[in-house]
């Protein structure tokens, strides 16, 4: 989507180790999300953000964390990958106020753990 | 707990006939709602939401929501569906203490018969 980008768009990664997803948004806006899209489940929030620095857990965040350096972008670490979190990572924005415009998402990252 | 419900995991329809998606929400008041659509391999765009006042609302792409607050229900429906509508459809709320983060359904699987 115009104005929000996740990179890479798709990665394999070998059970322990370290992954990092980047969302970056061009929309100055101050909510991000990430959620994660399992067959079944439909989207669950892994983390999200209100502002530079501020972020907390959302229901599904065990092996996960976050960062946010920048308003632009949002990252999101799996400290150490394992199968459970081979998914498609959904990042979002949004305004505070959700009436308005919803949320907009990224294009999504495709990540298999081998 | 609050919590989104869409009981049809996959629904077959001809192109040209009617469509009714089904959501139910448990919010203790009456939440934001959403219906998104994502097509094969992107990300999801939003179709239409209900806040607050008339209950049946318009979105893109030809489709209609109807709040009924009796039923805590939100289905979505379209009269005449075409090939291209073929997507998977998830239904999202927002309220309570979690204004600002979407709770979204299983998703609903549209196949689309010529």
């Known amino acids: 989507d115009a104005g929000i980008t996740q990179s890479p768009r798709h990665k394999v990664t070998e059970t322990g180790t370290p992954v990092t997803l980047r969302c970056h948004q061009t929309e100055n806006h101050r909510y991000m999300y990430w959620y994660r899209q399992d067959p079944g489940h439909g989207l669950r929030l892994i983390h999200y953000s209100y502002g530079v620095k501020d972020t907390d857990k959302g229901e599904v965040s065990d092996g996960y964390s976050v960062s946010r350096s920048k308003t632009e972008d949002f990252l999101l670490t799996l400290e150490s990958a394992t199968s459970s979190q081979t998914s498609v990572y959904f990042c979002a924005i949004s305004e505070p106020d959700i009436r308005l415009l919803g949320y907009t998402f990224g294009s999504g990252t495709r990540l298999t753990v081998v | 707990a609050q919590s989104v419900t869409q009981p049809d995991i996959h629904i077959t329809v001809s192109e040209g006939a009617s469509l009714e998606l089904r959501c139910n929400y448990s919010y203790g008041a009456t939440p934001y709602l959403f219906w998104y659509v994502q097509s094969p391999g992107q990300g999801l765009q939003l179709l239409l939401k209900?806040?607050?006042?008339?209950?049946l609302v318009q979105g893109i792409k030809g489709f209609e929501a109807e709040f009924k607050r009796s039923q805590s229900s939100f289905n979505l429906r379209k009269p005449s569906v075409h090939w291209s509508d073929a997507a998977e459809y998830f239904c999202?709320?927002?309220?309570?203490?979690?204004?600002?983060?979407?709770?979204f359904g299983q998703g609903t699987i549209l196949t689309v018969h010529p």
């Open positions: 999202a709320a927002s309220g309570g203490t979690s204004y600002g983060k979407l709770t």
């Open positions: 209900y806040f607050s006042g008339d209950t």
